[in-house]
């Protein structure tokens, strides 16, 4: 379990019947993850101080229980739900050909700095993402065909055009 520093945010894993990932605050009270692999265990391990960003461990997609390479690291925001890092860092244009992120371990406290474990080129290591922008794939109001990349702040200003349409990483030509 981990716990914020100011005590109003907790989170923990292996809940319900489905062993899904959770979160505490006071205003949300407790709320399930979604797992993002359907093996083992999936634990939120870390919070950013306001609990608007969680990582952790999303399961596994090995059936073996001493097999870490099949252990997925997770992302959570309100808005975003519950997403495989690996995909969304992928999605941002983020090369790190040969790596499998296994788990968030810990986070900055406004979320933008992510640590965790993993598997590179080299074997099992440590690894830190620093995300204060994020790309999005913004189109105009009222012109949904009209689409460019842009890059905004991490988590609220990200939030903000997630409510309006645009999607997470770069826009792609069929976009």
């Known amino acids: 379990m981990y716990v ?3 005590g109003s945010t907790f989170t923990g894993g292996n809940a319900g019947p489905q062993l899904k990932p ?6 949300g009270g407790l709320q399930l993850l979604d797992r993002i692999a359907p093996n083992f265990s999936a634990y939120a391990l870390s919070a950013s101080d306001d609990g608007k960003v969680v990582g952790g461990l999303g399961g596994s997609l090995s059936q073996s229980a001493g097999d ?3 252990n997925r690291a997770f992302l959570w925001t309100p808005d975003l739900g519950t997403v495989d890092f690996e995909n969304f860092l992928q999605a941002q244009g983020t090369f790190f ?3 499998v992120l296994w788990s968030t371990s810990s986070m ?4 933008t700095i992510q640590v965790g474990s993993g598997a590179g080129p080299r074997g099992a290591a440590g690894w830190m993402i620093n995300m204060e922008k994020v790309n999005l794939c913004h189109a105009a109001p009222g012109r949904p065909s009209n689409t460019r990349t842009i890059n905004v702040p991490f988590v609220d200003a990200m939030a903000d055009h997630l409510h309006h349409g645009d999607t997470i990483g770069v826009c792609t030509e069929s976009e």
Do not use: F, K, R, V
């Open 4 to 6: 914020t520093p100011d």
């Open 22 to 27: 959770w979160i505490w605050t006071p205003e």
């Open 68 to 70: 870490a390479s099949g």
């Open 97 to 99: 050909e040969g790596w």
């Open 108 to 111: 900055s406290a406004d979320g």
